[in-house]
């Protein structure tokens, strides 16, 4: 009798060791659980298990200043095409290998949610799901086990029916939200001193635990991390360009059609269409006794609020809306702003832009307009004749017109193009057309908007062509930025 029998205990058999497992089986298991704890041997080991090449500059930010911080609150500004992303994942990578995160959120606007989810998947073996609006209705997106990893735009997020979800119980705090082109993320000082937080803004806050005191925003929770993400200069708007000098809505009417003649005849036609509509409607109110000259005098004061969006923003601030630009929606504003003060000089304003419009179709009708001229130079050129070219425009009627004239040289099935209005889905179908090699049927050109160009990555191609030269030199920066980039496997000149 043994000594546990003896005192009245039951006798424990040892475990039956199984050793009919397949090994490879075993060895796959044994070398993840070893993996685990990469990072006690090798610091930077995200480096090692991602499909990148990271630059000093990335390293340097992440292993020398956003590792090391026990709680990130931190604004990672770089130029466009330093490879924020890229960072961003290394980030992420570091922070789960070391078990420090594990719930993560990651708010972007809307065209570029298609962007972080494919380059986390392709570049981390990182895996979110893409949070849209309808996701809210019957479920919380924010709440389960497969809640950990989401990305969902900001204004999505905004909404008051997706917000609320974030507010119910059960949602556990998310360890790091990350505002991709956090620039959007606004606030106004009004001219009384107050300040106006948009609710992109306040989203923000409420996710960084700054306290605001409304209900509608409030979280009984924050996230323990914040990372910032921005490529736009700051731009002062206490006394912007177009407010001094665009005292009223007709002056800055005046300055969209300069703008809009400089870029094409096409551009310029479309907008004398959209002036003889709104006389028309003008004339049509007063003679019928809908409004009063007096009541047309009120009207204008109010447009001359409206601001230049080509001038005061870059394409990535603009917001798109009902499928429209921005720039599109101010323009259609600001071609109601009349200098006339009388039913006779509206009238008389009418017969001239009946009969510029005229001229401008005439003109538009002989397609010999000497800038495409020497874009067709360019496209037929031996030494570039069948590589890549992005042709970036500020007009989305100049877009328009280039697809059509391309078209007409028979590059039918050959020209992709994305502008602001579209849906991340039908940009990022555009992106891939233009991607794919050109053999296996792809475009070769791409037309695309300055607001279509937000964080877009667009460095397998070599040449650029500015069809016109924005006002706004960040916007011009932006464009040159969507091919000279920092790459994850290296950097490449770009042929401009």
Known sequence: MNVASSLGFEEESAPAIDFSTNPEVVRAVTEG????YGHLFNPAFATEISLIDPL?????????????????????????GGGKTIMAGLYIREMLARRLIRRILVVPPAGLIGNWERELRTLFSLDFHIIGGADS???????????????????????????????????????LCIFDEAHKLSADRQPDFSIRRTDRYRVAEALAGVPGGDPRWSLD????????????????????????????????????????????????????????EKLKGLIES????????????????????TKDVLDEETGDEESPKAGKEENELTEHKAMGGVVAVSLTE??????????????AKRVDAKGD??????????????DGRDEKLI?????????????????????????????????????????????????????????????????????????????DIPWNPARLEQRMGRIHRCKPFGVRDARL
């Open 33 to 36: 659980f070893r993996l685990g």
């Open 56 to 80: 000093p500059h990335q390293r340097i930010a992440v292993y020398d200043h956003m590792l090391p911080q026990p709680r990130l609150h931190f604004l990672l500004a770089d130029e466009p």
């Open 137 to 175: 209705k019957a479920d919380n997106p924010f709440r389960g086990p497969n809640s950990d990893r989401r990305i969902v735009s900001v204004d999505t997020l905004a909404g008051e029916r997706t917000f609320a979800r974030l507010q119910e119980q059960g949602v556990e705090p998310y360890d």
């Open 221 to 276: 929770w924050s996230s323990h991390h914040v990372l910032l993400l921005t490529a736009t200069p700051y731009m002062g708007k206490d006394f912007p360009r177009a407010r001094i000098l665009n005292q009223s809505a007709a002056r800055l009417a005046m300055s969209i059609f300069q703008r809009r003649l400089t870029s094409s005849t096409y551009a310029m036609m479309r907008s004398f269409e959209r002036r003889l």
């Open 286 to 305: 007063i003679q019928t006794g809908k409004i009063t000259v007096d009541q047309l005098t009120q009207m204008q004061r109010k447009l001359d609020e």
């Open 346 to 359: 509206l009238i008389a304003e009418r017969k001239r832009v009946e009969q510029l419009l005229e001229l």
């Open 369 to 382: 307009e000497s800038k495409f001229q020497k874009l067709r130079a360019v496209l037929e050129d031996p």
């Open 391 to 467: 042709i970036f425009t500020e007009h989305r009627d100049t877009l328009d017109y280039l697809v059509r004239r391309l078209e007409g040289l028979g590059f039918t099935g050959q020209v992709a193009q994305i502008h602001g209005g579209m849906e991340f889905r039908q940009r990022e179908e555009q992106i891939e057309f233009f991607r794919k090699e050109t053999e296996a049927g792809s475009a070769l050109y791409l037309v695309c908007t300055d607001a279509a160009g937000e964080g877009i990555n667009l460095q397998f191609a070599w040449r650029l062509v500015n069809w």
